[in-house]
T-cell receptor, first 113, second 114 residues
Framework: DQQVKQNSPSLSVQEGRISILNCDYT??????FLWYKKYPAEGPTFLISISSIKDKNEDGRFTVFLNKSAKHLSLHIVPSQPGDSAVYFCAARGSGGYQKVTFGTGTKLQVIP | EPEVTQTPSHQVTQMGQEVILRCVPISNHLYFYWYRQILGQKVEFLVS????????KSEIFDDQFSVERPDGSNFTLKIRSTKLEDSAMYFCASSGRAGNSPLHFGNGTRLTVT
């Protein structure tokens, strides 16, 4: 049962343009959402998160949008840079500090110079 | 910036052998986790650990697996009798006190079972 889904396995974007990565979830108990970036042979690196009480969170070039009614979130990267090329994982957890984080399958982003 | 460190970076073992994967979480964190990623697949939850006991475990985390926090800094994952299908990247993670606190991951141990 895939509770967190990233339907696009890959995405190519020109440098300087916007990258939009999408994620859907099914578990209505999730109330904290995260995006991680992963390079080969490294661990996931935390990028940005959003609580279910918000619909937008911004950090520099990264913005996460949450649509609770649609159970959908997206990560916008603008402007995209070649160094952003990596696999991006959407993740979600329920409330409580000990709760596990459930990962999506990832989207491989390639930013073309 | 504090980070989660894992050793070894690569472990090769024969089927049936015991392995211990080691992690040093971020020092003021309270929640500890192990995840794994089989090549080309998603990052899967194995176990969470809080207040010196397992909080939650997945169906992957069977009797062959155990975790321990033997002192104030280390967090270990033991696989008692490795199988070929245990070959994967194993990631340790920790998170802080706040309820909505992200998990911070180490760079992983690549376990190869031959």
């Amino acid at each position: 049962d895939q509770q967190v889904k990233q339907n696009s396995p890959s995405l190519s974007v020109q440098e300087g343009r916007i990258s939009i990565l999408n994620c859907d979830y099914t578990n209505s108990m999730f109330d904290y959402f995260l995006w991680y970036k992963k390079y080969p042979a490294e661990g996931p690196t935390f990028l940005i998160s959003i609580s279910s009480i918000k619909d937008k969170n911004e950090d520099g070039r990264f913005t996460v949008f949450l649509n609770k009614s649609a159970k959908h979130l997206s990560l916008h990267i603008v402007p995209s840079q070649p160094g952003d090329s990596a696999v991006y994982f959407c993740a979600a957890r329920g409330s409580g500090g000990y709760q596990k984080v459930t990962f999506g399958t990832g989207t491989k982003l390639q930013v073309i110079p | 910036e504090p980070e989660v460190t894992q050793t070894p970076s690569h472990q090769v073992t024969q089927m049936g052998q015991e392995v211990i994967l080691r992690c040093v979480p971020i020092s003021n964190h309270l929640y500890f986790y192990w995840y794994r990623q089989i090549l080309g697949q998603k990052v899967e939850f194995l176990v969470s650990f809080y207040n010196n006991e397992i909080s939650e475990k997945s169906e992957i985390f069977d009797d062959q697996f155990s975790v321990e926090r033997p002192d104030g800094s280390n967090f270990t994952l033991k696989i008692r009798s490795t199988k070929l299908e245990d070959s994967a990247m194993y990631f340790c993670a920790s998170s802080g006190r706040a309820g909505n606190s992200p998990l911070h991951f180490g760079n992983g141990t690549r376990l190869t079972v031959t």
